[in-house]
Structure formats: C-alpha cells, structure tokens
C-alpha cells in the first residue's frame, strides 16, 4: 500500500496524535504531502478517544473520533509510530530538520495481533488500569482499551514477571520478548507539534481528599464511568459499589488559583461538568447533581443553550467556592462551601464527589529541540509568537503548533486550530 | 443472479444494544435469502470491525453489504472506504440508521426498539438488494477561490490560499478591506492595534500577482457548483481616481456639503460624504459614499481626478470554491434599552473603544471630563427564549480589557463592570485578575432583575440587586454607561440567501458538523470562516479562516473533482415538460431541453444534489432518483410493513 513505510524522509512530522495532530496529519495527507505522526502512547487518539459524550452536541465521542482515527491511520500519506518520541530535532539547512525517533519495544508484533485477548486472559498480573484512570485493573498483557488503534496487545515490561503464560497461549506467535528499543534518525520539512495537555493533579490539594477518599473522583474518572465502553456498566461509587444518588461537582480544581501555580481559566471544565451532570441525571434520574462553581464559562457555539438545558433538567447551581471535604462514616462527604450569593458558610452532604480539574500543559515539549529554542508562554504552554494573526506560529521558523499545546481549548477549538496549523505547513511546504 | 449480502449490526457500544437486542436483531435477519452472512460487533466503525469486513467481502465474495449502526451522516464515507478496499463497489453497501431511529428514540420501550430496528434492518437488505455499482461523476475543479469579505478572516484565507498557488479573489462589499479589526485601537490578548494588523495583512496581499481584490464590490448572482462555480460581481464606482492625493482630497472635503455619522467610528464621529485616507483604510484611495452622496458636483469642481459620471460594473469570474467570511454586526440596542438613545451617556462598547482611542488625555464624551464608568454585560446576549441566547464570547475580555486601558491612559477612572458572570475563559482569566487588582468593581445582578439605568436632573445612576453581596440593592451614579453589545449575524443577508446557505438556531451560518466538519456547508464547494459561523476574537477567527482554505484548497487542488452519481434521471419518454420539476428545484439543476423537437426537463448533473424534491412532484413519474429509485423505495416500505 505504501512505500513511506521504509522510507526515512517526510514532509511534515506531526508530534501528538491527539485529535489535534490527527487532524493536522490528515490535511496534510490529503493534500499529498508524506507525514510522520509520532504519539508516545500505545493508541492513537489522546484524550478525545477516552471521553464519553462531547458537548455541546452529546455526540458519542468514541463513535466520532474512530472514524477519524481509522481515516487516519490507513490513509498512505501517513506513517504511524506508537509508543514512540521524537527528540533532538535540529535545523541542518533551510526548510530541512532532522530529528530522532525513539520506539519503545511493544513486544507484541502488531501485524500479527488479532487482539484475542487469550494473553490477557493467560496473564497472572494485575495492575491499575490507566487507560480507566485506576478505576479497575488490566493485566501486564493487554489491549489498552477496546477502541484503541493500533488494536493489539502490548506487554507492560515493567509489571512483567515474565513468566511467559502469554507467549503460550498466543495462538498467532505475535509476543516476541526479543524485541528492543529502537532508535532511528529522520528527515522532515517541517514540523507540528500537537503535544495536548495533562491534567491537574488532585493529589496537589490535599483538603479535597483526593486519594484519601474513594468516593472523591476527577472528572476523567467519571468520563470512564459514563462512557458507552464503561467498566462498570452503570455509575456507582468506588468505596462500597452503591449507586450514587447525591452527586457533587467542584469546578475550578487546580484552576483559577495562583496558589497552585495555575492563573488561568481551563476553558472546558465548566462546559464537562454540566455535559457530565446532564448524563448522569439521564443515567440515573433520581440522583441529585450539584455543581459549585464561580462563573459558568459557556462561552462558545451552543454552550449557553447548553447550560441553560441543564438548568431545565434540575442540576442544581450553587455559586460557592468549596473550601474542604470532609468524609463521614458511611463514606459520604461533607462540603464545607461560602455560598457566595448569601456570603456565609455553609456544609452540604453527597454520596459522590466529582473534581472538575484544570487543564495543564504538557511538560517536555522544549526538549524535544536541540540547538533552537521553543519558547513557551509564563503558563508553559507553547508561546504563540504572533497569538492574533499568525496563532499557530511558533519560536522556530518551520515549527508550528496545534490544538491544547498551546493552551487549553474545546475538541472543536483544537480542530480548527489544527486546520490553521496544517494551513501554514502547507504554506511552508509550498514556498 | 441474486445478491449476496454481508449484514452487520452494530451495537455502538451500548449506544444501541442497551436498548436493542441487536442478537435478536441478528437471528430475525440471517435467514433471509439472499443473506450469506450476518454479524453483531462492538463498534463496526472501529479498525479492527473494518479490517474484519474487507476480510469478509473478499472471502465470501459478497456483492453487497448493509450496515445497521448510527447515523450515515457520521459513517456513510467509513464503510464506502470499506467497500472500495475490498475491491465492492461503494454503492453496493446500504446503511441502515437504527441509534437514532431506533435505540435513542424509543430508550424507553426495548421490545418495541427491536421490532422497529428489524424491520430498519429488513428494510436496508430489500434497498441492497436492488442496489448497483455506479462511478462517480469527475469534473473539473478550477484552481481559484473566491473569499468573499476582507475582514480579518478573508484576508488570512486569501494570502493563506495564494501561498498555496491558488489563484484568489477578494470581494469586499465596503470601500476599504480590514473589516471590523481596522475599526479597533489596542486589542486583547497582545495590545497590538487593529490598524497595524491590518496594514500588515493588507501590505503582504497588495503585491501578490495571483491575488485580484475588488472593493466596494458585492457578488450579485452565481450559477454552477463546486469545481466551477460563476459569478457575477458588481463594483459600485469610487468617483476619484488613483491620482487623487490627500491634499486633493482635503480640498474636496472642505467643499463637500454632506455631513453623516461616521459609521467608522460607530458614529461618535462624522464625515463628509467624500472620504478617506484614515488609519487602517485600505486601500489608499479616497471614495464617495454613494448612499450619502447628493451628486451635487461641488467636488469635482475643485478636484480633477473626480467623476461623478462613474457608473457600477459589472465582472464574471469562475471559481472552484467559495469561501464565505463576511463576519458579524455589533448588536444595536433597542431604544430605550438600558437608556439607549434616550440618555446621551449612554454608548456601546464599539463606540466607547473608539471613544478612548480618540481621546487623548482626558476622557472627554459630550463636552463632559468622563471619570465613572459602568459597563452592563450581555446586551443583546444570553437574553433567554426571547432573543439572542447564545454567549457572544468576545465581549467580556474585550470591555475589561478597554476598561483597563481606559483607567491606564486616564487619570481618576472608576471602573463599574454590572456583569452576569465573567466569562475571561482560558489565558484571558489574566487580564480579568489584573483588573480587580486596579481596583475595579464587579456587581452581579441576578438573571431576573437585571441592571437598571436610570436619570434624575441629568445625573445618570445604575441600579442593581448585587448577589455578591447578599442581593443588597447597590446604586452608583456614573458619567458614562457602556453597554456590552454582543455580535448578532449581518443584517445584511443577501450574500447568504443568494447561496442558500443554511443558518443555525443563532442565525449565524451553520456548519455542517461542528468537529467533525466544522468549515463546510451544506453547499458542497463553499465553507465558512471566521464570525460568520459564530462570535470569535481574532485568533479564533484566523483559525478558522486557515482550516477554510485548507479545506478549500483541498477541493480543488487536484485539478478534478468526484461528484456523486446520486442524481436524477429523466425518462424522455414520460416527460411531458410540464416545467413542475424546475421548479421544485432548490439548486435550478433542471433546466428545458429538447429529445428531437420534443421540449423535456434536462439534467445538470454537476449541479443536481440528489435532494429528490423533484421526484414527487413530477405528474407523469417520469423522474427516477438513482440509488432511491420507485422501485428500491417501495421494496423498501414492503419490507417495513411486513409483519414480525
Ligand atoms: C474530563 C474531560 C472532558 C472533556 N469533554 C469534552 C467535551 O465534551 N467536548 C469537547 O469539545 N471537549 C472536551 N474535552 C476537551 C478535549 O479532551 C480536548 O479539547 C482535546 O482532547 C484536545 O486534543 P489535543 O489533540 O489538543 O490534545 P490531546 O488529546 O492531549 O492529545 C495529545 C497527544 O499527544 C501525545 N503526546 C504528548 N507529548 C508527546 C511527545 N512528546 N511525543 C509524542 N506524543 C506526545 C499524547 O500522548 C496525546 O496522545 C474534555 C476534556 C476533559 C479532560
Ligand atoms: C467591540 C469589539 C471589540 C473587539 N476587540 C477584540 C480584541 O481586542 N481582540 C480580539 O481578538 N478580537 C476582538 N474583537 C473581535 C473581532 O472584531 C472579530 O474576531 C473579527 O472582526 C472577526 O473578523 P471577520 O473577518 O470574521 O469579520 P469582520 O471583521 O466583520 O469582517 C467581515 C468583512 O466582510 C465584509 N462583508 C460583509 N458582507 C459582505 C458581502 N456581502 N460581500 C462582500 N463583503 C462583505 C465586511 O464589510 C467586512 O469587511 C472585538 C469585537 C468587538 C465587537
Ligand atoms: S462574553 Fe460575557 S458579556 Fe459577552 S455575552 Fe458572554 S457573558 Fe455576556
């Protein structure tokens, strides 16, 4: 089909394949030009393949981002590299980098994986799955989720016991424990990164007993519990599996707050949780769903429509900034809050409590450079040279970027931003 | 012979088998005749299902396939994709949508989701039956692009799409590009003015060889479809010529008897009706406004580069693609909102960017030194059931940064923000902190009782219940009010309604899916940029712009375009011309022609989108719709009225 595969020149590397650098790959792939789109996770997708419906359309976000991600991955313009980064790119002449691909051993042949799953099943270690964010276990032999692309198992070498009980129950002979790292030098035109986001990490603000109490989630833990290929097959709360019927949203967490280092506005969470509670009051119609929140940001196309149906459906508003939580002996928590309207403080009880938390950059995008510098902005997103007419123009010439890199942003914002970066590295290309 | 189908229900993961047995769906179907083999899974649009049919279609050597998931709107080009890698000819694949026809509509009765999903499956397998390989039709794409609007959005997509060796031409309907961005001092998030942007956008288009920008143009009909769309551009005259220079230009203006608002200052300021040469006007060439114009001939006698014999021209060109960014109006106030053109302190935010940029020094408005000043959020936003309801999203960034700037450049400024909640999302949160830090007052009125303004003996004062601080009735007197006037769509619809382009509940144009294909219309060949779509600041603007070009440029890039063979046939035989189907026609594909001497409808297939609206009306059924013939569709509605 394609004869890029062995070949170690491209027009454009694409560094994420998240929604953002899928999309940016796939314009330049439609428009001829070879790509090389390197994503250190086992599956291609990033955040957008995890979550569960998408506001502000409820779309369901597996059944929109798999045919892209399927266009994607078989289209022969483009080269896929999982479980592989990209580092000491460097100019070597005008519109010429070369760069280094590291490819973490998978020890499975992908070709020959039919995803049976009999390794997972022959498998005897069980771990935390981080594709459900904790919420079960997977073996060290696994298919990372069940809509990932590439669709094959991986061995997780560092769990591994390698007691070899998958090899032998492989029915193709795809394990293959011989495999190494490997590390390959490249050439490209130009370059876009789509390095996407973390996010905020709960443990960071202990009085919300994030870790301490099982029955406090992050937001992309109730995305898994929501999702149509969810674990549990409804929502229930972790301490003692009962379905949760007085549930509490907390916006805001890690954002908006200079203490934690992070001044800015995450820009989705207001618009998640009121797409999550929505789903949960669908889910589970007797439940009560609260949200604590500073200001509703339902800034975009659709969103106050949005919020306002979420208000006709009963969520319950409180515009309060909660200080701590507290557990009580059944594994409820209490909500000690400043209800800001009547500007005392006041304790609120739920079953469940869901953290909205903030939108971080990814770290390591400056390393990936050697020689030139790649600035990033006081918030470490990756600094937008020329933010009004030239958004996704970077420090280097060549360079461009796309979607969550450079701050955070909504699916359909990343697609457009995307779209502007594969615009001006087609311009480049062309020049 | 007979066909031989693979049959696939999908259970998209419990989208549809949560509340259909899509098992039971399967065991109702497997035995039909011409079903050689029929399958449940997971996610059919997922790779792993793909490879899975393609494998299936070769090894069973099927002649068609049907598809039972979600909408073919997300999928139709998925399990074409499908089809053609397992060498079957796309046509031959048949969707049947039973998520959203079935699962999702009846989530609350599973016996009766089923029943219907079989007989949406039965119904799927009688189309397939009937179904045909077909090619599509190739046409010839023009390797030019139209960009109608020269606001920030146009002008990005026009350089963006001349870089890319596309030939382009700029409409802009005003006698100056720059849209509403040249109007703007200072603007958010880098400070930098409107007027340098678009001097520098403007300087990189003006020296390109493939770029033809027509001002004060508008496009006044349009035939043919993507690939080759014509249009005819209308370009009302300047009146004054190249040669006329600034000093020239004075003269004129000193003699000019016409005096209007200035709409380029929203009207704070005026102007003769011979204008130009501001900051930020491109390009550097004075013009008359026509509309204002008396022709009363006192310019030309002063100014020998004036010609008031000018008349409109008139231009065809042809282009592959059309790219729409004629942006967005300011909301105007009713009178007497908030004290709107009842009580002269009271101005928009348009008028008082212009108003502080104006300024030097002082803040000077009506003869009085301006101090307090109180801004009130959301005017003609968020304003519920009854008006605009959307958020227009710029608008709280843009009024705290202005204030900022106001209270920088002006001594003694208080600012007074009577908001509904702030709404600095993302990076912008920065500039909402750096306000407070200035020491500015937020109130927040409650969503039943808004802000009030009222005046007593010329003194203006605003009134709110602030739930900040308990709904305690809170009351400022203040010189100036501003008003935070969202973006409504252009009152001017003429360009969309020539193209038919379909609008959203806001009224703004409507994409056709908003992630997966944000920048295209229903109107295959002509997208849509910037605030045309919905509100954007700029960077959300060029964005969008720049994925419209790519998308242009990739339909046209390649010389040749496929069309899809879905279109009418006409039997000559049957036709009487009875001109019925013309005019049903939404896109005029059919047009008269003649068999001999016969008069009969004929069919432009590039133009014809298959919509069908023909088919009924036609009174001699001499219309057939290929793929939805009356043949495949009564076989169809056979199968979906046969008992279970
Ligand atoms: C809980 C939650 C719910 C959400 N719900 C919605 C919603 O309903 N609607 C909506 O519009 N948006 C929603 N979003 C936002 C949405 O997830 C993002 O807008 C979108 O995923 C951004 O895509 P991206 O490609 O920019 O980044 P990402 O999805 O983060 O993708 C970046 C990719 O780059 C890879 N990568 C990073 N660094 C490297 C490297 N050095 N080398 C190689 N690869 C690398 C990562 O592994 C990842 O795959 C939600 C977000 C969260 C957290
Ligand atoms: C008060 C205010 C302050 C703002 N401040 C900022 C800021 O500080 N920072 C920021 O990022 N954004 C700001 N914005 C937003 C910014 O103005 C918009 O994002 C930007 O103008 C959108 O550009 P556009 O090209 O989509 O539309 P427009 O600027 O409206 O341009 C559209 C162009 O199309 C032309 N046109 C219309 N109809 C036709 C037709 N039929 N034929 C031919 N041409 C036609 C128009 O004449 C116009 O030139 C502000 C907006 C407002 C209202
Ligand atoms: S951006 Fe702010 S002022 Fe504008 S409509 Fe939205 S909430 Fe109201």
New binding site residues.
């Given amino acids: 089909m394609s004869s890029t595969k062995n070949s170690v020149s491209y027009d454009a590397l694409v560094v994420g394949a998240g929604i953002a650098g899928g999309e940016a790959a796939l314009n330049l792939a439609v428009n001829g030009f070879k790509v090389l789109l390197v994503e250190k996770d086992l599956s291609v997708g990033g955040n957008m393949i995890k979550l569960s419906k998408v506001f502000p359309t409820l779309d369901c976000s597996a059944c929109i981002t798999t045919p892209k991600v399927s266009e994607i991955s078989r289209h022969p313009n483009i080269t896929i590299f999982t479980g592989s980064e990209a580092s000491n790119i460097r100019r070597v002449a005008d519109n010429h980098f070369v760069a280094n691909i590291t490819r973490q051993p998978r020890y499975v042949r992908v070709e020959d994986c039919t995803a049976c799953q009999l390794c997972e099943k022959a498998c005897p270690v069980s771990v935390r799955d981080q594709y459900q964010f904790g919420l079960i276990g997977r073996k060290a032999a696994y298919i990372p989720f069940s809509i990932a692309s590439p669709k094959a198992a991986a061995i997780d070498i560092e769990n591994c016991t390698l007691c070899g009980a998958c090899e032998r129950a492989c029915p193709t002979n795809c394990i293959d424990f011989t495999q190494e790292v490997e590390h390959l030098e490249m050439q490209f035109k130009t370059v876009i990164l789509a390095t996407g986001f973390e996010m905020f990490d709960a443990n960071r603000i202990p009085r919300y007993g994030f870790g301490k109490y099982k029955n406090v989630l992050t937001s992309l833990q109730m995305e898994r519990e929501i999702a149509p290929t969810r674990p549990f097959n409804t929502i229930l709360r972790p301490s003692d599996g009962k379905v949760p019927d007085k549930i509490a949203y907390v916006l805001c967490v890690g954002s908006r707050d200079a203490s934690v280092g992070n001044p800015i506005c995450s820009q989705i969470c207001c618009m998640y949780s009121i797409k999550q509670s929505q789903l949960l009051m669908g889910a589970l119609p007797m439940a009560d769903v609260t949200i604590y929140y500073i200001n509703i940001r339902a800034f975009g196309k659709g969103f106050e429509d949005f919020y306002q149906q979420a208000k006709g459906m009963g969520v319950n508003f409180v515009k309060g900034k909660v200080g701590s939580i507290s557990e009580t002996e059944n594994g409820n928590l209490m909500l000690r809050y400043e209800d800001i309207n009547e500007g005392i403080v006041k304790e609120e009880e739920h079953d469940m409590v869901i953290l909205s938390v903030g939108v971080l950059p990814n770290e390591g995008t400056t390393s990936l450079f050697s020689e030139e510098q790649l600035m990033l902005d006081p918030y470490r997103f990756v600094h937008q040279t020329d933010g009004?007419a030239n958004p996704s123009h970077t420090s280097i010439d060549g360079v461009f970027v796309a979607g969550t890199a450079t701050g955070p942003m909504d699916i359909p914002d990343a697609i457009l931003s995307a779209g502007s970066a594969s615009s001006e590295a087609i311009s480049y290309l062309l020049k | 012979m007979d066909k031989r189908l693979g049959v696939y229900i999908c259970h998209c993961g419990g989208n549809i088998s949560d509340y259909v047995d899509v098992e039971k769906v399967r065991e109702a179907i497997e035995n039909d005749g011409c079903v050689l083999m029929s399958k449940t899974t997971q996610f059919a649009c997922s790779d792993s299902n793909q490879k899975e049919m393609v494998l299936d279609i070769q090894e069973q050597n099927l002649s068609g396939i049907v598809v039972a998931s979600c909408s073919p709107k997300l999928h139709l080009n998925t399990f074409r994709q499908v089809s053609e890698r397992a060498d079957l000819n796309k046509y031959n694949y048949v969707h049947a949508n039973i998520r959203e026809q079935a699962s999702w509509a009846h989530s609350d009765d599973k016996k009766g989701a089923t029943e219907k999903t079989i007989l949406l499956v039965k119904a799927a397998i009688a189309k397939a039956r009937l179904a045909e390989s077909l090619t599509p039709n190739k046409i010839m794409a023009i390797n030019a692009v139209a960009v109608?609007?020269?606001?920030?959005?146009?002008?990005k997509a026009a350089i963006s799409l001349s870089d890319k060796n596309t030939q382009v031409v700029l409409?802009?309907?005003?006698p100056f590009?720059?849209?509403?961005?040249?109007q703007?001092g200072?603007?958010?998030?880098t400070n930098q003015t409107g007027n340098e942007l678009i001097s520098s956008l403007y300087a990189q288009l003006v020296t390109r060889k493939n770029v033809q920008i027509y001002t004060n143009?508008?496009?006044v009909s349009y035939s043919g479809s993507i690939g080759d769309f014509s249009l005819k551009i209308e370009t009302t005259p300047r009146y004054i010529s190249q040669d006329c220079d600034a000093k020239e230009l004075q003269k004129a203006m000193d003699v000019c008897p016409v005096v209007v608002p200035d709409p380029f200052t929203f009207g704070i300021t005026n102007r003769k009706a011979i204008y130009g040469f501001a900051a930020s006007q491109y390009p550097k060439q004075a013009t008359i406004d026509d509309a204002a114009c008396t022709h009363c001939g006192a310019c030309e006698k002063v100014s020998k580069n004036i010609d008031l014999s000018l008349q409109k021209e008139m231009v065809e060109l042809h282009v592959g693609s059309v790219l729409m960014?004629?942006?967005?109006?300011?909301y105007t106030p009713e009178n007497g909102e908030f004290g709107y053109a009842e009580n002269e302190s009271v101005i928009t935010?348009?008028q008082f960017?212009k108003l502080i940029d104006n300024s030097e020094s002082k803040l000077i408005y009506k003869g009085k030194e301006i101090k307090n000043i109180a801004y009130i959020y959301c005017v003609g936003s968020r304003q519920g059931d009854e008006g605009n309801s959307y958020c227009s999203r710029?608008?709280c960034?843009?009024t705290i940064?202005?204030a900022i700037i106001a209270k920088k450049k002006f001594k003694n400024i208080h600012n007074f923000h009577f908001n509904r909640g702030i709404r600095t999302y993302g990076k912008q949160e920065v500039l909402y902190a750096e306000s407070l830090k200035l020491g500015d007052l937020y109130l927040q009125a409650t969503d039943d009782s808004p802000a009030e303004v009222y005046s007593e003996n010329g003194r203006t004062w605003v009134k709110v219940n602030d739930i900040l601080t308990e709904s305690k009735e809170m009351q400022v007197e203040v010189d100036l009010v501003v008003l935070v006037?969202g973006?409504v769509p252009?009152s001017?619809k003429?360009?969309s309604t020539l193209f038919k382009l379909p609008k959203g509940r806001d009224r703004f144009l409507n994409e056709i899916h908003m992630k997966l294909r944000p920048v295209e219309t229903a109107i295959d060949g002509i997208t849509i940029?910037?605030?045309?779509q919905s509100p954007?600041?700029?960077?959300?603007?060029v964005n969008s712009?720049l994925s419209a070009a790519t998308k242009a440029f990739s339909y046209i890039s390649k010389g040749e375009l496929e069309t899809e063979p879905i279109v009418v046939e006409i039997d000559a035989v049957k036709c009487t011309w009875c001109n019925e189907c013309s005019t049903a026609c939404p896109f005029d594909a059919i047009t008269q022609g003649l068999d001999g001497d016969r008069k009969i409808a004929v069919v432009n297939t590039t133009v014809c989108k298959g919509c069908g609206m023909c088919t009924p009306v036609c009174p001699t059924d001499a219309i057939d719709l290929v793929t939805f013939s009356s043949k495949e569709i009564m076989n169809m509605i056979d199968a979906l009225t046969e008992q279970i």
């Fill in positions: 009004l | 109608i609007g020269g606001g920030v959005a146009g002008l409409i802009e309907r005003e590009i720059g849209g509403r961005v040249g703007w200072e603007m958010f998030t143009s508008e496009v960014a004629t942006g967005f109006d300011p935010l348009p960017k710029y608008c960034t843009s940064h202005s006037t973006m252009r001017d003429k360009v940029a910037g605030t045309c954007k600041n700029v960077a959300e603007s712009s």
